[in-house]
């Protein structure tokens, strides 16, 4: 399973970051985010993951639930 990650960091003006993150439906290249500190970079990146993982998960047992549904109601 694919997780985010950041794949460049740099400091911008007025004490700020450029976050490049690259995952799950994030073309190529990635995808730029602005940020106050490199705690919210992480913090970001970490959240993003945890969701992914959730929805992943949720979508597993909707899956597994249908199934189930479609078997025990004798639709092939």
Do not use: C, H
Not at 3 to 19: G, H, K
Not at 48 to 72: D, G, M, P, T, V
């Amino acid at each position: 399973m694919g997780t985010y990650r950041i794949v460049a960091l740099r400091p911008v003006e007025n004490e700020r970051f450029e976050a490049i993150v690259d995952g799950p439906g994030i073309p190529r290249d990635g995808v730029s985010y602005w940020f106050t500190s490199e705690n919210e970079v992480e913090s970001f990146v970490e959240d993003l993951n945890l969701s992914y993982i959730e929805a992943k998960r949720l979508a597993s047992w909707r899956k597994q639930l249908f199934s189930a549904r479609r078997s025990q109601a004798g639709i092939a």
